[in-house]
């Protein structure tokens, strides 16, 4: 990694480094981790040991009957369940501080000044995102984005729709590989993104590369590994993203498999009929009544378009409706608006990391959480969240680092569902080079 030196105050505001100026130019919300998976209404488990175990109960025993009189009773029958399995992912993030730097950048009077604490802020904005862009945008492998098409020894590449390049940043570090597996041929292990050019969808790595469609991006060194969390792709699913979840197989049990509505690739708009299809098919498949729909800012255009209003008439009198357009921003752990289905209503949340063309309509209840705590910088001794920095020698430096243990998971995949291929026009229309209306 690099170090933190005093050649960066050139371009640095020299040392002063008001809030205002901090990432205006990046997406760093981060609604999914912070109001859905912490919010209080969603049960939570807390690993102690290799992992946490618990039995789907996939079919009840079924040991009933309308006998004849003096007929023979019920043959008896036992359910039939399987282990799951969950264990926490492991989210790391840090940064060097040259020991000049953070001497000669320490001045109270700057307000942030401090170059130590800057460098706190941006790493722990940063660490919560990559949380928040693996539970909302992935399905399981850390898959960040995948190659739109082959490439032959050029230092750009185009991002695949309909992710795109929505979960990518400048100066990821990050790796390509030729399948999705975990066991497959590396492309390139260790590229830093120089640009990205949203309207196009390029990114401009620093070496040439030669790389066939549909390759798939992770950060450096996540590819394969037993630590990368699950996603809300992978869980609410029905073995297209995931085929096995909770080291079970999703094709040996179809209890396992949540209700995905698809168009054969075709996109249309998202409607009423189809988000009460989605919620009627949860409801026939579990006995669940859905009270959480998350989705990306496209697809809350498409709702609001959905539900807006009339307003062509001027009416008065007692009970006239609102008709103001929009919508409220929301606040902690509150949703934007809220959807009813059969008296039951569910909370609308919108994340910047949802996959495009996807609405999710989920049931709390049945997803959980594992942290071992929140995000936490290292001690290493005596209260300083540093430690020396060591590559073959000592160096005047130090390295900070910040760690978030935690995971998601759903004891019942199929109280969950998915509406796929909608019409995105925001982020997978022109705008990005795409073809959505």
């Given at each position: 990694m690099a170090v933190n030196t005093t050649t960066a105050l050139v371009d640095s505001l020299k040392r002063s480094y008001p809030d205002e100026f901090f990432e205006v130019h990046l997406n760093t919300n981060a609604p999914f981790?912070?109001?859905?998976?912490?919010?209080?209404?969603?049960?939570?488990?807390?690993?102690?040991?290799?992992?946490?175990?618990w039995p789907?109960?996939?079919?009840?025993?079924?040991?009933?009957?309308?006998?004849?009189?003096?007929?023979?009773?019920?043959?008896?029958?036992?359910?039939?369940?399987?282990?799951?399995?969950?264990?926490?992912?492991?989210?790391?993030?840090?940064?060097?501080?040259?020991?000049?730097?953070?001497?000669?950048a320490d001045n109270d009077r700057a307000g942030w000044g401090a170059a130590v604490k800057r460098s706190v802020k941006e790493n722990t904005s940063d660490l919560t995102k990559h949380v928040n862009r693996l539970y909302a945008g992935t399905h399981g492998t850390g898959r960040i984005g995948q190659v739109n098409a082959a490439?032959?020894?050029?230092?750009?590449?185009?991002?695949?729709?309909?992710?795109?390049?929505?979960?990518?940043?400048p100066n990821m570090e990050i790796a390509i590989y030729d399948d999705d597996t975990g066991s497959g041929a590396a492309e390139d292990t260790s590229e830093v993104i120089s640009k990205i050019v949203q309207s196009t969808r390029t990114v401009t790595v620093g070496n040439a590369q030669t790389l066939d469609a549909n390759d798939h991006i992770y950060i450096a060194g996540s590819y394969g590994a037993a630590?990368?969390?699950?996603?809300?792709?992978?869980?609410?699913?029905?073995?297209?993203?995931?085929?096995?979840?909770?080291?079970?197989s999703r094709a040996t049990y179809e209890e396992l498999k949540s209700l995905v509505l698809t168009n054969s690739?075709?996109?249309?708009?998202?409607?009423?009929?189809?988000?009460?299809?989605?919620?009627?098919?949860?409801?026939?498949?579990?006995?669940?009544?859905?009270?959480?729909?998350?989705?990306?800012?496209?697809?809350?255009?498409?709702?609001?378009?959905?539900?807006?209003?009339?307003?062509?008439?001027?009416?008065?009198?007692?009970?006239?409706?609102?008709?103001d357009t929009g919508y409220k921003a929301s606040t902690e752990y509150e949703p934007v608006s809220q959807f009813m289905h059969g008296g039951k209503v569910a909370d609308i949340y919108v994340s910047e990391d949802?996959?495009?063309?996807?609405?999710?309509?989920?049931?709390?209840?049945?997803?959980?959480?594992?942290?071992?705590?929140?995000p936490t910088w290292i001690d290493w001794g005596g209260g300083s969240i540093f430690q020396q920095s060591v590559s073959t020698t000592y160096q005047t430096a130090k390295t900070a680092t910040i760690a978030y243990f935690g995971n998601i998971g759903s004891p019942c995949p199929a109280a969950h569902a998915r509406i796929d291929d909608l019409a995105d026009k925001e982020l997978c229309g022109a705008a990005v080079g795409g073809p959505d209306t």
């Open positions: 981790f912070m109001n859905v998976i912490k919010g209080s209404k969603l049960k939570s488990w807390r690993q102690d040991g290799e992992g946490i175990y789907f109960n996939l079919q009840s025993p079924q040991s009933m009957g309308t006998p004849a009189e003096g007929g023979g009773l019920p043959t008896p029958r036992t359910r039939v369940e399987v282990q799951g399995r969950l264990r926490v992912g492991q989210f790391i993030g840090d940064f060097e501080i040259s020991f000049l730097l953070e001497a000669i490439t032959s020894a050029v230092t750009t590449f185009v991002g695949k729709l309909p992710l795109g390049v929505l979960l990518m940043r630590t990368v969390p699950n996603g809300i792709a992978g869980i609410v699913d029905d073995a297209t993203n995931l085929t096995t979840i909770h080291n079970v690739g075709t996109v249309r708009d998202l409607s009423e009929d189809l988000m009460l299809e989605a919620a009627h098919g949860v409801r026939q498949r579990s006995g669940r009544l859905v009270d959480c729909v998350l989705m990306n800012t496209g697809q809350w255009s498409k709702y609001c378009k959905m539900v807006r209003p009339d307003r062509q008439y001027v009416v008065s009198g007692k009970g006239v409706p609102n008709y949802v996959s495009p063309r996807t609405v999710y309509m989920l049931t709390k209840s049945e997803l959980r959480r594992v942290e071992q705590g929140p």
